[in-house]
């Protein structure tokens, strides 16, 4: 028995550069990249929706019309006049890449702004997913609106996923990043960080204080990613290490951590096995890694 995903958050219209210098168009975003991969890794009696704000331009057309040729719902996007979606793109020099960002005024900041419509699709779904940059990018009040409806989804035995996805520069403070934060993983029952940033951002020494951290927040079950070291799980006091899947040459980490989440949450709201859905989760990024971009088509990623 199949059932409805929504990943809530931005996704953004990417610029990269092609070996010709000219600029290739792409469109990503965590929250829509986790959709992707869910959709690839869930059969077909699953529904996954997007929900975010776009605008009313060429752009958001494109984009929306990308997500459905996906196989992504886009029924509930909001369209709000005059705003187009947030753009970056990835600079390449001397085999480094970097990020700029055009964002502060996307339509996707918007993307709570209306509560009942929030709650209407939210009530609509049986599995919620949004992140920490799905936090960061709203306004206060609206951040609290979304929290508030995931929490009441939660209460009701819905699964809520939520990937912290630290990301200091898009908040006003680390205060307000570490207070967010913390309300995020309160209103959801599985927390997906990356062991990395948490030790950067929240100064975690191991992946144990990591899943103590989240745990103590009201999160019911933890799943710490540790790039090559593989992921590790946290529940009712047990902690399992699920190794990472070994790759000769790693071509572009995009997306890892957005793919391991998609994986994991496909297989686990298939079969409930939480050791067995990291596993499967490492294979899909596994074969993310030694591809470039975010976005891997479903048949290079070969589901059995
Ligand atoms: P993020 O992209 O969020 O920083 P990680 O770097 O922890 O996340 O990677 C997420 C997952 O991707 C890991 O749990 C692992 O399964 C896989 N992964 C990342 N880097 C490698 C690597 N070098 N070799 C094999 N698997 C990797």
Not at 9 to 18: I, P, R
Not at 248 to 269: C, E, M, P
């Amino acid at each position: 028995m199949g059932g409805r995903f929504l990943s809530i958050g931005e996704c953004m219209v990417e610029l990269s550069q092609a070996d010709d210098g000219h600029l290739r168009k792409g469109f990503a975003g965590d929250t829509f990249n986790t959709a992707w991969y869910a959709r690839a890794c869930l059969p077909a009696d699953w529904s996954i929706d997007y929900f975010t704000a776009l605008g009313d331009d060429a752009m958001s057309d494109e984009m929306a019309a990308f997500m459905g040729s996906a196989g992504i719902g886009t029924a509930n996007i909001r369209r709000l006049r005059g705003k187009t979606p947030g753009l970056y793109m990835i600079n390449l020099k001397d085999g480094e890449r970097s990020f700029s960002y055009w964002r502060d005024s996307s339509a996707a900041r918007q993307l709570a702004a209306d509560g009942d419509a929030l709650r209407a699709a939210i009530e609509a779904s049986d599995v919620l997913y949004f992140s920490g940059i799905t936090l960061a990018i709203l306004p206060r009040e609206d951040a609290y609106t979304l929290l508030a409806e995931l929490r009441r989804a939660k209460a009701i035995g819905k699964v809520v996923a939520f990937d912290p996805n630290l990301r200091p520069r898009l908040w006003s403070s680390l205060d307000a990043m570490h207070t967010l934060i913390a309300d995020g993983a309160r209103a959801s029952t599985l927390v997906m960080p990356s062991f990395d940033d948490e030790a950067a951002h929240f100064g975690d020494d191991s992946i144990s204080s990591t899943i103590r951290r989240y745990h103590q927040y009201g999160a019911n079950m933890v799943v710490v990613k540790n790039g090559p070291e593989g992921a590790t799980i946290g529940s009712d006091a047990e902690e399992t290490l699920v190794p990472a899947v070994k790759v000769g040459k790693v071509i572009d980490t995009t997306s890892a951590g957005d793919s391991f989440n998609g994986g994991f949450l496909a297989h686990y709201l298939q079969h409930g096995d939480p050791i067995a859905a990291a596993a499967f989760a490492a294979e899909i990024a596994a074969k993310v890694i030694q591809e470039y971009g975010a976005l891997v088509s479903p048949k290079k990623l070969k589901i059995a």
